[in-house]
Structures are given as structure tokens and as C-alpha cells.
Nanobody, 114 residues
Framework: QVQLVESGGGLVQAGGSLRLSCAASGMIFNINTMAWYRQAPGKQREWVARITSYGTTNYADSVKGRFTISRDNAKNTVYLQMNSLKPEDTAVYYC????????WGQGTQVTVSS
């Protein structure tokens, strides 16, 4: 059974940084494309960043230059380093395995105060 467990969320002031982690189990981690999504109150879930099995990364325009996705295949973990955080980054952040069907973690709350 595939399981994704996020951690690292919290409350931070605008301009600050956080690093989210997502530990995966129940799958062959290094062959999967992994991603981060987020959902703000009253809004649809949106894609934030992805990293392929080859290490190729892509970012949403809203986070490009501020967020960095990475993976440690030895630890079955994907990370999201978030710098220069803004209040509009406030959301629940979800880790996902990008394949059909999608597999989601339970989410971790990130709150950025102004």
C-alpha cells in the first residue's frame, strides 16, 4: 500500500523559509515522478512543482525562483524548500505521486503571516 506522509509545515512570517518533507513507502520510489500541490481556503487545489525520476524539475510561475523541489532516493523522500514566502503561499500543501491514479498525502498546513 502506497503511503505519503508530509511534515515541516508551520507558521512563518512573510519573507521567511520552510522546508517540507514527504516520506514515501509501499512503492519503488526512484521510478516515480513526485510533486507538490497546494490548496488555499476556498480555492481549488493547484500544482506547485514536480520532479521526475531523472531529476528534471518544473515549477508553477507563482513559485518559480523561490521554491526548490528535490528528492533523496536513498531516503524515499521528496522535499520542497520554500524561500521568500508570501501571505498568498498560505495553504495546505500536499505531496503526490504523479501517476494514474494519483496518490496523495494527508497534507501539511503552511501559514505565512504578513
Amino acid at each position: 500500500q502506497v503511503q505519503l506522509v508530509e511534515s515541516g509545515g508551520g507558521l512563518v512570517q512573510a519573507g521567511g523559509s520552510l522546508r517540507l518533507s514527504c516520506a514515501a513507502s509501499g512503492m519503488i520510489f526512484n521510478i516515480n515522478t513526485m510533486a507538490w500541490y497546494r490548496q488555499a481556503p476556498g480555492k481549488q487545489r493547484e500544482w506547485v512543482a514536480r520532479i521526475t525520476s531523472y531529476g528534471t524539475t518544473n515549477y508553477a510561475d507563482s513559485v518559480k525562483g523561490r521554491f526548490t523541489i528535490s528528492r533523496d532516493n536513498a531516503k524515499n523522500t521528496v522535499y520542497l524548500q520554500m524561500n521568500s514566502l508570501k501571505p498568498e503561499d498560505t495553504a495546505v500543501y500536499y505531496c503526490a505521486r504523479e501517476r494514474i491514479p494519483m496518490t496523495w498525502g494527508q497534507g501539511t498546513q503552511v501559514t505565512v503571516s504578513s
